[in-house]
């Protein structure tokens, strides 16, 4: 009976639940609820494990502590949208508990689904329920139950996924949008494909990667850390601690206590700063910088052994650095988000200095957002998602890039660029962000695209290939004409405040077309000025913005 793994299972089991959600993402994204052509929840989970599992492969040992590191890391660095962004967190929280055991048992992952949940929640400021949340609740909540059995690992994952599973199938009664739509949860199924891809190794099934699905929906159916501070290494007098110094401490003692490695994080804070100390007493990881690194390590003595010991005198690294790029920073840096040649002129035209293309179709990583970061060579950097399934990953790369980065959360183009249009080289920090933000309120924004699915969306009955209107939160309008559901479009939108109609037309859109479409709304808003210009922009035929 395999009641326990080791590092080499583990690896494995890592290595083919990411094999496996690649092989079935396309089913996870046509679970996508609103039928718009941008359904991505599966490709941005599949990039997020694959980004893990790279990591993995280049780890060279099977110890659980580097292994856990690794898929930490690796999920935080390729995390994409929204559910990209929480599965690294769920992933994150399970690695804090696991990489402190030499071998994994059911107890062992029971504890990391439970701590994986708690950070999970934590990074979503209003956590809804019957999202992938809920899913990985009830993931924990059976984990539980099952691990008191003293059952074999392959039959402890399969309670597990039973338990994900009746939740999964309960998701369209909390969220209306999923009942009308007729499926699941995409999150909660690509996490169970997930989970899945790991009992397939216990099960000895690896190279299975067909899997049938019934993810639809009738009404009445039964049915550790491994952080990394960024400095500012162009001026020497900002760095008042010299030394990075962390390290892993093992083998604790058995006197001692949790309010001893507490006290252990106050006594660090006292002699340095970017303090890190998390762990229990099985493992504790720590990070700090002071100019004591003698000290810290004293202190860490009292509690248990030093393992993975590094220590880098920060000073001498900037000297290097500065000898390497003599780089002259500017006060302020703009990086966009944009699909579409058109958009991503527009944006440099506005003097953005970095566009990022992505957008519905395919949302940039939180490290794809960090790297754009760190090519401005400015000491601030203002982040434009132009997407709301982008902001998390956003915010995410906050952590990754040597840039104070800011994120204006733009939900899409017309806001980018009106906040774009905000931006003063000549304010300061503060009246730049301010003004940024106030600038979303003074746009509309509504986009015209067409309909992947026959389904019913409040007030309309929907048939796969509908021209569809929608503005921020809703669909307003429908046809078979792109120029009347734009023209409907706009009619729901107008109010007598509305001075200027800008109309971004897509790659299937002809510019005649586009400027007949104008012409038209001329006649009819004649108080209005109506602007054109080419967007570029898959997938939908117009962006509209009302201002």
Do not use: W
Not at 151 to 176: A, H, N, W, Y
Not at 243 to 268: P, S, W
């Amino acid at each position: 009976m395999q009641k326990s793994i080791n590092g080499a299972t583990f690896r494995k089991m890592i290595l083919n639940g990411a094999k496996l959600l690649d092989a079935n993402k396309a089913h996870v994204n046509e679970l996508n609820v609103f039928p718009v052509p941008d359904g991505d929840t599966g490709t941005n989970m599949s990039m997020t494990m694959l980004s893990a599992s790279r990591e993995v492969s280049a780890c060279s040992t099977n110890n659980l502590p580097e292994l856990c590191d690794a898929v930490a890391k690796g999920a935080l660095r390729g995390a994409r949208g929204n559910s990209g962004v929480i599965l690294s967190q769920i992933l994150k929280g399970m690695m804090t508990v696991l990489s402190g055991s030499n071998e994994l048992t059911a107890k062992t992952f029971a504890k990391a689904f439970a701590v994986g949940t708690e950070i999970a929640y934590k990074a979503v400021t209003k956590p809804k329920e019957g999202t992938i949340l809920t899913v990985i609740r009830a993931i924990s909540e059976s984990a539980e139950k099952a691990a008191k059995k003293n059952v074999e690992l392959k039959d402890f994952f399969g309670s597990v996924i039973d338990g994900g599973e009746e939740m999964l199938r309960q998701t369209p009664e909390m969220l209306p949008v999923l009942k009308k739509a007729g499926v699941v949860d995409a999150g909660g199924r690509g996490l169970l494909i997930l989970l899945q891809g790991f009992r397939n190794v216990l099960l000895g099934q690896e190279e299975d990667y067909n899997i049938e699905f019934d993810d639809t929906y009738k009404a009445g159916d039964d049915s550790p850390y491994d952080e990394q501070a960024h400095f500012n290494y162009n001026d020497l007098a900002e760095i008042e601690f010299a030394y990075c110094t962390e390290f892993f401490i093992v083998n604790l003692y058995k006197k001692t206590t949790e309010a001893d490695i507490d006290l252990f994080r106050e006594k660090l804070m006292n002699i340095g700063d970017c303090v890190l100390v998390i762990g229990d007493l099985s493992l504790v990881k720590v990070h700090v910088h002071s100019n004591a690194p003698g000290q810290v390590l004293t202190y860490a003595l009292e509690l248990g052994e030093l393992d993975h010991l590094k220590i880098e005198n920060m000073l001498q690294q900037n000297r290097e650095l500065k000898n390497k790029q003599q780089e002259e920073l500017k006060p302020f840096g703009l990086v966009s988000v944009c699909a579409g040649d058109g958009l991503t002129a527009i944006f440099k035209d506005l003097l953005v200095d970095n566009v990022i293309e992505g957008g519905q179709t395919m949302n940039p990583s939180a490290e794809d957002i960090a790297k754009a970061a760190d090519a401005v060579k400015a000491k601030d950097v203002f982040v434009f998602p132009n997407n709301k399934n982008i902001v998390l990953a956003a915010n995410q790369a906050k952590a990754l890039s040597k840039r104070n980065i800011h994120v204006i959360a733009t939900s899409n183009i017309p806001q980018g660029l009106a906040a774009v249009l905000a931006f003063n080289p000549e304010d300061t920090l503060d009246g730049n962000l301010k003004n940024m933000n106030d600038a979303l309120g003074g746009v509309r924004s509504g986009s015209v695209t067409y309909a992947v699915r026959s389904t019913q969306i409040g007030e309309f009955d929907l048939n796969e290939g509908d021209i569809i209107g929608m503005d921020a939160k809703d669909i307003v309008a429908k046809g078979d004409s792109v120029s009347d559901v734009t023209e409907q479009l706009i009619d729901k939108m107008m109010d007598d405040d509305v001075s200027c109609i800008s109309l971004y037309f897509g790659n299937d859109v002809k510019e005649d077309y586009a400027n007949s479409i104008a012409a038209e709304l001329t006649k009819k808003y004649r108080a209005c000025d109506v602007d054109v210009h080419y967007g570029g922009q898959p997938l939908y035929y117009f962006i509209v913005s009302l201002e």
